[in-house]
């Protein structure tokens, strides 16, 4: 048998072995699907069903918009046997919201990029400010580091996770605001959660992460593998 003809048989045999699995794609605060389609293209290319959702991230609480993807997720997953996730920023607080009060029993691998797993010090700050109220709305305000806030008693992940986060920013004035290592938007450790498998820091931006294409070939390999690759970023 030709070698490329048993590569060509591997790569079906991969991709069927995908047909029962979904990636659901979520943004992130003030975003849309659009910013996830690089994301989305990659997993595709690689055999995934991709259902990459839109959601009023302005315009509801954390909670409501929780109960809201996860009704699309059910509606939309009916014939698959894992749901995997790749999350940006808030999008990742919203599947910590769903497992913890009505868990999916399909869920697979989840990465969340940037995502404020111990709030955003920029909330804390700016949040209460009549301008930045109106950009981010109801779940903008949610994000705060308090140790009795809603991030904070979300609790630990019990679910296969991955963090993936910046150390650069085009925002210095935010990031004056922030200790340490920052994307712009969340500190380094903030990113991190109690729970997660890997963790990753890669020189990119809160609003681009999900686009550079390093990210999006760890994002790949920790939905097929569990794991980050041993690559130097």
Same mark, same amino acid.
């Given at each position: ?30 975003? $849309?699907? %659009? ?14 069903? $991709?259902?990459?959702? /839109? ?6 609480? =954390? ?10 997720? =059910?509606?939309?997953?009916? #014939? ?14 919203? =599947?910590? #919201?769903?497992? %913890? $009060? ?8 989840? =990465?969340?990029? +940037? ?21 981010? *709305?109801?779940?903008? /305000?949610?994000?705060? $580091?308090?140790?009795? *806030? ?7 992940? /019990? ?20 200790? *340490? %290592?920052? /994307? ?29 294409? +390093? ?10 593998? *569990?794991?980050? +690759?041993?690559?130097?970023?």
């Amino acid at each position: 048998m030709k070698p490329l003809y048993v590569l060509c048989i591997l790569t079906m045999l991969a991709n069927i072995a995908h047909s029962k699995e979904t990636v659901v794609l979520l943004h992130g605060l003030a975003r $849309t699907s %659009k910013s996830m389609q690089k994301m989305e293209a990659k997993l595709q290319a690689n055999g995934y069903e $991709t259902l990459n959702l /839109d959601y009023p991230s302005r315009k509801h609480k =954390v909670e409501y918009l929780a109960k809201e993807v996860r009704k699309q997720i =059910v509606a939309r997953t009916e #014939q698959t046997t894992k749901v995997h996730f790749v999350t940006h920023s808030m999008g990742g607080i919203l =599947v910590r #919201q769903i497992q %913890k $009060t009505a868990p999916l029993a399909t869920i697979g691998r989840v =990465v969340m990029l +940037s995502p404020p797993n111990q709030g955003s010090e920029v909330i804390d700050r700016i949040g209460s400010n009549a301008a930045v109220q109106q950009v981010n *709305g109801p779940a903008g /305000d949610q994000l705060s $580091t308090r140790n009795d *806030g809603f991030i904070a008693r979300l609790g630990p992940v /019990d679910f296969e996770l991955g963090v993936i986060t910046g150390d650069r920013s085009i925002n210095w004035i935010n990031s004056m605001m922030i200790p *340490g %290592k920052d /994307d712009g938007k969340v500190s380094t450790e903030s990113a991190k959660v109690e729970g997660m498998a890997d963790y990753r820091v890669i020189h990119a931006t809160h609003p681009m992460i999900m686009k550079k294409q +390093s990210v999006i070939n760890e994002t790949l390999c920790f939905i097929q593998n *569990g794991t980050f +690759s041993n690559s130097v970023q």
